[in-house]
């Protein structure tokens, strides 16, 4: 799961940072709402963690940008202002839930979990491009009616490529989403590269029309027709 912190108090921001990496998640940091709205442009985030008191663009202002744009991705507010005026005027502009400086660890870890849960979508049972087929209740792989015989990160590398299919996918995105690494570093980046190749063999190599292509310099794409 990959989070943003919105958060100009740097002691604060870092420290959030390094308790929700150590739990699994993905954490980008921006320090104003300029900075917030940059990464939402460029990335995808699946829940926003907003701190009301931003230099320039105040954290309620970002925030009704934010849902005239997105209406669905979660924000946890987390401000020092503490009154139920406060609270009812955050919660009125979007915001999913509420939490008051200072707080414990905990707790935030609580309200994070439970906001991804209350928004994950179910998955998709049945992602299907042209001949390709990927069963992700039963993990099962079919192209052109013969089973694919895919290992445990070859099915999590095609489902991802399947979720983006038609659009470019960087081997910094895999190594974020599929191994859990925010740094980016050539030896992860060739460790992916072999396991794209194998997921050809099996995928693309045994028929007549590749699926998986190569955006020199930049990652990768799933679609039928050359990019």
């Known amino acids: 799961m990959r989070i943003l912190i919105i958060e100009d108090e740097q002691k604060v921001a870092c420290a959030l940072r390094d308790g929700l990496l150590r739990h699994g998640f993905s954490?980008?940091?921006?320090?104003?709402?300029?900075?917030?709205?940059?990464?939402?442009?460029?990335?995808?985030?699946?829940?926003?963690?907003?701190?009301?008191?931003?230099?320039?663009?105040?954290?309620?202002?970002?925030?009704?940008?934010?849902?005239?744009?997105?209406?669905?991705?979660?924000v946890l507010i987390l401000t020092a202002r503490d009154t139920?005026?406060?609270?009812?005027?955050?919660?009125?502009?979007?915001?999913?839930?509420?939490?008051?400086?200072?707080?414990?660890?905990?707790?935030?870890?609580?309200?994070?979990r439970a906001l991804l849960r209350r928004g994950r979508p179910e998955p998709t049972p049945l992602v299907r491009l042209g001949d390709l087929e990927l069963d992700?209740?039963?993990?099962?792989?079919?192209r052109a009616g013969r089973a694919l015989n895919l290992t445990l990160r070859e099915f999590d590398l095609l489902a991802h490529l399947l979720r983006h299919q038609g659009q470019v996918?960087?081997?910094?995105?895999?190594?974020?989403?599929?191994?859990?690494?925010?740094?980016?570093?050539?030896?992860?980046?060739?460790v992916i590269d072999v396991h794209i190749a194998r997921l050809r063999?099996?995928?693309?190599?045994p028929f007549p029309t590749p699926l998986i292509h190569t955006?020199?310099?930049?990652?990768?794409i799933l679609q039928m027709e050359e990019p």
């Open 201 to 205: 063999r099996k995928v693309d190599d």
């Open 136 to 142: 992700v209740a039963s993990r099962r792989v079919v």
């Open 27 to 74: 954490v980008a940091l921006a320090g104003t709402g300029e900075d917030g709205y940059f990464l939402l442009a460029s990335e995808r985030f699946d829940l926003l963690i907003l701190d009301l008191m931003l230099p320039a663009c105040s954290g309620l202002e970002f925030l009704d940008t934010l849902r005239r744009r997105d209406a669905a991705t979660p």
């Open 84 to 112: 139920i005026a406060d609270r009812v005027i955050g919660l009125d502009a979007g915001a999913d839930d509420y939490l008051v400086k200072p707080f414990a660890f905990a707790e935030l870890l609580a309200r994070v």
């Open 169 to 190: 996918v960087s081997r910094e995105m895999i190594a974020r989403d599929l191994w859990r690494e925010t740094a980016r570093a050539t030896p992860l980046d060739n």
């Open 215 to 220: 955006v020199r310099g930049v990652g990768f």
